[in-house]
């Protein structure tokens, strides 16, 4: 019997990891000439598609006539695979949202949402596919990281930032308690880290900080929207500013806001307002830079 797809109410499973849903057909969903024609959406390690939910809820809301695109990102998956197979992984994306040649494409207006580190990891997974597929860099207005970028050095404080995110995404695969599946991660991580340093393999999640910024892969006009906060005890807020920084310095224009009090990818929960009226300003700004470009 063929594995059963996730599931999201209103959305057609093209994989274990994408799903779409398209636009809406209401008559009072009226778009406004501005508004993206598609948006992804990649949701944070081992969020459950219920809850990656609520953001295409809140973009169905603001942007009715877009198809969505959302993309799952198991931790595991993300870790034990290389870029060819993380780029295979994102292929119903490009089948989904690209089905055209890159030229047509360009004309569209697409709005990208990645969250975390592993969502990260799958939108820069998307951009290698736009690459090897279309010889162009995928085309959007504008790309919103929510609680990404991290750094990816393999140091102490990282090294339990890690460890705590990856007991808290599978403690339910074990009897034991959090403290020893940590444990495990710790291990884990330090033999994976001096495995890899030994055969000088880059990690998914430094290949996605260089490649988020880099023109081969990401769309030089798209603008860059950063939510982060400094309370994130899974994400660093000076990593993200780095990151926005090193974008600004290579031509991207760059928006961050910062959110007071609330966790890793809790800022949508705990600042609705703040959170969605960020991404409007930002994706205004991004459609009247495109204009003159």
């Known amino acids: 019997m063929p594995k059963k797809g996730p599931a999201i109410a209103g959305f ?17 969903a009226k778009p406004g000439l501005t508004d993206p024609d598609t948006v992804l959406i990649y949701g944070w390690g081992d969020g459950l598609p219920k809850h990656v939910a ?4 809140g973009y169905r809301t603001l942007f009715p006539r877009a198809m969505q695109v959302v993309v799952l990102s198991p931790i595991a998956k993300a870790m034990f695979s290389d870029l060819r197979q993380r780029t295979t992984h994102m292929a119903p994306v490009l089948r ?18 990645a969250m975390s580190n592993t969502g990260a990891v799958n939108y820069a997974a998307t951009l290698n596919a736009y690459r090897e597929a279309y010889d162009a860099a995928l085309p959007h207005q504008l790309l919103v990281l929510d609680s990404t970028p991290g750094s990816t050095r393999m140091t102490l404080s990282n090294v339990a930032r890690w460890s705590r995110a990856m007991a808290l995404g599978t403690a339910g695969w074990f009897p034991w308690p959090r403290i020893v599946t940590r444990a495990i991660w710790i291990l884990f991580l ?21 490649a988020t ?9 798209a603008r860059k929207l950063y939510l982060y906060s400094r309370e994130d005890d899974l994400i660093a807020s000076q990593d993200v500013e780095l990151h926005a920084a090193e974008a ?41 830079g495109a204009r003159k470009a």
């Open 190 to 210: 330090l033999l994976n880290g001096l495995y890899s340093w030994t055969r000088g393999r880059e990690s998914a999640g430094a290949w996605s900080w260089r």
């Open 54 to 57: 609520k953001y295409a809820d």
């Open 96 to 113: 989904a949202a690209f089905p055209a040649a890159a030229a047509s494409a360009k004309r569209r207006n697409i709005l990208v949402h």
């Open 213 to 221: 910024n880099d023109t081969r892969f990401e769309a030089r006009g």
């Open 248 to 288: 600004r310095e290579r031509g991207w224009e760059a928006d961050t806001e910062v959110f007071r009090g609330s966790g890793h990818v809790g800022h949508m929960r705990r600042f609705p307002g703040q959170y969605w009226g960020a991404i409007v300003r930002a994706w205004l700004r991004a459609v009247a």
């Open 12 to 28: 057609t499973a093209l994989s274990d990891q994408v799903l779409v849903r398209e636009a809406s057909l209401d008559d009072d």
